[in-house]
T-cell receptor, first 113, second 115 residues
Framework: DADVTQTPRNRITKTGKRIMLECSQT?????MYWYRQDPGLGLRLIYY???????NKGEISDGYSVSRQAQAKFSLSLESAIPNQTALYFC????????????FGSGTRLTVV | AQSVTQLDSQVPVFEEAPVELRCNYS??????LFWYVQYPNQGLQLLLK??????LVKGINGFEAEFNKSQTSFHLRKPSVHISDTAEYFC?????????????FGKGTLLTVNP
């Protein structure tokens, strides 16, 4: 099994629908992150969590919300999806020690029509 | 705050040629530097990192990068590329020390290796 698992891998949804992207990890890391990747824009941070009780907004949090259900689970929700949220979404984890960098999931490709 | 500029959005090269992917950063504090690689339809994988010490860092798959503090650069190099190196490469930075650890990424460089 992968260290960081994202579900679903692909999703097509309609404008206005609520959708949840899920992330679970077996790394035992405290820190989890949600990034969005768009062509030519790189990765932009949506939300991050340093432990179960700590949730922080990233640079592009508008239109998104998150839930840290447990140390191993971090979900991203789009309350009312819009077409410009069409993107590739990545979950990542890290230990408190920044020397090791991130471990990424395989991504969720979301299309809003 | 930190920022990362990857100077080339696309770099086409022929197989067995050398390649350099350029990365410059901006930060008011000391930083850790990373290069990640994303193969088609996959997540990002750590290629190499600079934390301290020797400014020449070696990573996986024959890649290396050199940290230049005066030029605030961290360019990635490989002396001879293979078709399998075709991927997107991301430079990233994080403030060293402290506990506020979240990476800032560049916009990526698409490396295409042609036969």
């Amino acid at each position: 099994d992968a260290d960081v698992t994202q579900t679903p891998r692909n999703r097509i949804t309609k404008t206005g629908k609520r959708i949840m992207l899920e992330c679970s990890q077996t790394k035992g890391h405290d820190r989890m992150y949600w990034y969005r990747q768009d062509p030519g824009l790189g990765l932009r941070l949506i939300y991050y969590s340093f432990d179960v009780k700590d949730i922080n907004k990233g640079e592009i949090s508008d239109g998104y919300s998150v839930s840290r259900q447990a140390q191993a689970k971090f979900s991203l929700s789009l309350e009312s999806a819009i077409p410009n949220q069409t993107a590739l979404y990545f979950c990542a984890t890290s230990d408190w020690d920044s020397n090791y960098g991130y471990t990424f999931g395989s991504g969720t490709r979301l299309t809003v029509v | 705050a930190q920022s990362v500029t990857q100077l080339d959005s696309q770099v086409p090269v022929f197989e067995e040629a050398p390649v350099e992917l350029r990365c410059n950063y901006s930060s008011s504090v000391s930083v850790y530097l990373f290069w990640y690689v994303q193969y088609p339809n996959q997540g990002l994988q750590l290629l190499l990192k600079y934390l301290s010490g020797s400014t020449l860092v070696k990573g996986i798959n024959g890649f290396e990068a050199e940290f230049n503090k005066s030029q605030t650069s961290f360019h990635l190099r490989k002396p001879s590329v293979h078709i399998s190196d075709t991927a997107e490469y991301f430079c990233a930075v994080n403030p060293s020390g402290g506990s506020n650890y979240k990476l800032t990424f560049g916009k990526g460089t698409l490396l295409t290796v042609n036969p």
